[in-house]
């Protein structure tokens, strides 16, 4: 490149005319221009060597994302795909952060009933409040969804939606997991967290469709996922708009809007976002239609189950358990090749923390 | 500059020996990267100049939708807000695109009832079908909201999401407006195009909160508006997740699920956005709670209503319309000082195909 343009470092010993240093110093920022091009492209290629997620030991599970992406983003990829067709979709619970001994929503549900309990001293002698108050959770939980349903209503609803997100921010600041002691939003799995990054670095969208309350997880899903509220999908109650003295706000009402669940995430995919997923990644049988719905459309398409096995470092849960029980799914993502990641062995570490 | 670098083009005429120009060419990367930099902020600034608005005339409503933008994004405004809170919501029908003489969603309905009635001889004897399909439009109407419903539920349920998508993308492909005799997706209103257009090259996600459906828009909103589905926010019908010979489908139930209207909007825009909107855009009482909610954020919003006075070009209704009635909504748009458009005053060009 330098000798053809005229421009040649190793030239400085040879005297040089004032006229031609000005040609070559055009020349020069003619160079100039292609290296600094060249530069830029260099940088991209170096980028995509390096190893876009350094948390996952190399096996299928990880080579099985990496072919994934290189083949839907790569232009001459007969796999190729439109970057606004991009879209992944993420179970929250189990899949994203862990959801042991209990949901954490639920543990928030029952930290709200002790604040909310002197408000209420009719909850000493009704239940599932009374055995809860107690400190007797397993008696409270013994009445089933009900009692959960009934526990969240209650300790979801009556306010605006401006105190509920308070309310969430300020329990997720101070709240401790009860095994590990750590904050909540310390216990989301970093490989993951890699996974979400590598996805949008390769220009997809990244949506939260999960089980929880959306608006338990939209307070601090920006801040730990990299995930903006308005891709954030889940359960709701019902809202009212009201005027309160000429401002306008929003009243939650302890009414079930929506559960997104099983047959209910392809429906919310589909009224919310309006596209089928090219990518879905979810850990249990209440995932198995958004990963149906998912690897049915035309063209390339990628499922994912996280599988719990390491009782060690998290949890080890799989066909019988009752939070994240994965059993059908783990049958069909078995027969039809769908990636499954052994925690265990697929994962170098669980938390950011282990991090070295 | 130049000076400083000790590379100065006007030397030439002096002699220079070999390493000094080595030198002077070191200096000269240094001030060419310096240049590069001044070129790319020359181009940002000189792109700001242009017009961003050119089929609005100067005045009130122009000026202000460039001033608060402006205001917003100047990172050194005191009202400067970070990209990610720069969400702005758009009405359709009337602010985006025409709705007379009724809305296109139900002109779409109506010639769906012709297109199916071949296999429906029972509504020959059946308002409000029976007077539709002799052409008496204004009759089967006669039942008020219970009538439309019941078209809209009978024409627009009972398929798969993707069989009504293709019957939506077929009728816009074929259908003529009644009185304009052109497609209805050329009757988008140009200045507006411009402000969608405008905002999101300053750094907006710009939505559309519509009373109409939201399958109804999705197949046309991102080649038209530029807004993709998941940023398509609608009134809908409930869908069913199926499994059909093992592929699963969602199928579109006679049954509303959210009607997006009014008080509707505000709850609308919480449960599938998540932020509050900085700036709304609406043309008629439908609207307003959607106005007051943005508004009645902290900071800089921007609430904008167009008015049609342009009986020529459009059409010109506002207080006493039953279509697109803007009446309270104007009278607290002038008590808040909101923005209003007079389309015939403020508006060069109606739509696309006028401009020269």
Chains 1, 2 share one sequence.
Do not use: C
């Not at 997620?53 to 001459?76: C, E, H, M, R, Y």
């Not at 959770?137 to 401006?162: D, P, Q, R, W």
């Amino acid at each position: 490149m330098y000798a053809d343009s005229g421009f040649n470092p190793r030239r400085e010993e040879q005297p040089v005319n004032p006229k031609s240093t000005i040609r070559n110093l055009t020349a020069a920022l003619a160079v100039l221009a292609l290296a600094y091009v060249g530069l830029a492209l260099g940088a991209l290629a170096g980028a995509q060597t390096i190893d876009p997620l350094p948390s996952w030991n190399d096996g299928k599970a990880k080579q099985s994302i990496i072919a994934f992406v290189t083949g839907v983003t790569k232009a001459d990829s007969p796999d190729f795909v439109a970057p606004a067709e991009r879209i992944a979709v993420f179970d929250n619970d189990g899949t994203l952060w862990a959801e042991q001994p209990m949901y954490f929503q639920v543990l928030f549900a029952l930290d709200r009933v002790k604040a909310l309990a002197p408000r209420h001293p009719e909850w000493q002698g009704q239940e599932p409040f009374a055995s809860l108050l107690k400190g007797d959770v397993k008696g409270a939980l013994a009445g089933g969804e009900h009692a959960i349903l009934e526990i969240i209503m209650t300790t979801h609803a009556g306010n605006t939606t401006a105190e509920f997100e308070q309310i969430v921010r300020d329990w997720l600041s101070t709240a401790k997991h009860p095994t590990t002691n750590r904050p909540y939003t310390d216990m989301v799995y970093q490989p993951m967290l890699e996974v979400l990054v590598y996805l949008r670095a390769n220009g997809f969208k990244t949506f939260i469709v999960s089980g929880g309350g959306i608006e338990f997880m939209r307070p601090w899903a920006e801040n730990v996922y990299g995930v903006p509220p308005e891709q954030v999908i889940g359960s709701s109650i019902k809202v009212k708009f009201e005027m309160r003295d000429g401002t306008p706000v929003l009243v939650r009402l302890p009414e079930l809007d929506f559960y997104d669940d099983k047959e209910g995430k392809p429906v919310a995919i589909h009224q919310q976002i309006g596209r089928r997923p090219l990518a879905a990644f979810g850990n249990s049988d209440g995932d198995l239609q958004m990963l149906q719905w998912t690897t049915a459309g035309q063209g390339p398409r990628f499922a994912l189950y996280v599988r719990h096995t390491d009782a060690e470092r998290e949890w080890a849960y799989d066909r019988k358990s009752s939070i994240g029980r994965l059993d059908k799914g783990l049958d069909e993502a078995q027969a039809k090749g769908w990636t499954v990641v052994d925690m265990k062995q697929d994962w170098k570490v669980i938390y950011p923390h282990e991090k070295k």
